[in-house]
């Protein structure tokens, strides 16, 4: 599939099957994140992939209460094992490098004929005690992954020229 195809074809997904993901898959949408750029180079990220229905459970009432995500046969908590470095532009890495690995995972999702969804709605530190996630570590997504029992709805985008503009800024 060509990743423009993959880019338009991802939407957040909050409507799962019950089938299970193969661990094929699985490991294909892990192997993009792992092939994301980082700064330095560091690969701070760190995934526990819930499987456990149970797990999955809790973690939907950590995530406020979001009754898809115990629905989604896979929930992957995104975290940091290095959060105190700050790029030069003054950005801590961490929240730039995870960010670029999960949306590989997104997109691979795709080609794999599966759905995802980001969580940012959700209790750090209800997370961190479900999954056994040490304080020093740091919960920056949760990323649902299954197979879409819904469908992608028409999404509403802004044209190029409201979004981008050349040499100087130039929107309002």
Known sequence: MPLIEAIKKRYSVRAYESRPVEDEKLTAV???????????????????????????????????????????????????????????????????DLPIAIEHMALQAVEEGLGSCWI?????????AILGIPAPVRVIQLLTLGYPRDSQRERNRLAIDEIACRDRWAFP
């Not at 709605?121 to 961190?128: C, G, M, R």
Request: glycine share 6%.
């Open 30 to 96: 892990l192997d993009a994140a792992r092939c994301a750029p980082s700064a330095r180079n560091v690969q701070e990220w760190r995934f526990v992939v819930v499987r456990d229905a149970g797990l999955r459970k809790k973690l939907a009432q950590a995530a406020n209460g979001q009754g898809f995500v115990a629905e989604a046969p896979v929930v992957i908590a995104c975290c940091a094992i290095q959060s105190d470095y700050v790029m030069r532009c003054g950005h801590p890495a961490h929240l730039v």
């Open 120 to 128: 940012g709605s959700f209790y750090e530190d209800q997370v961190k």
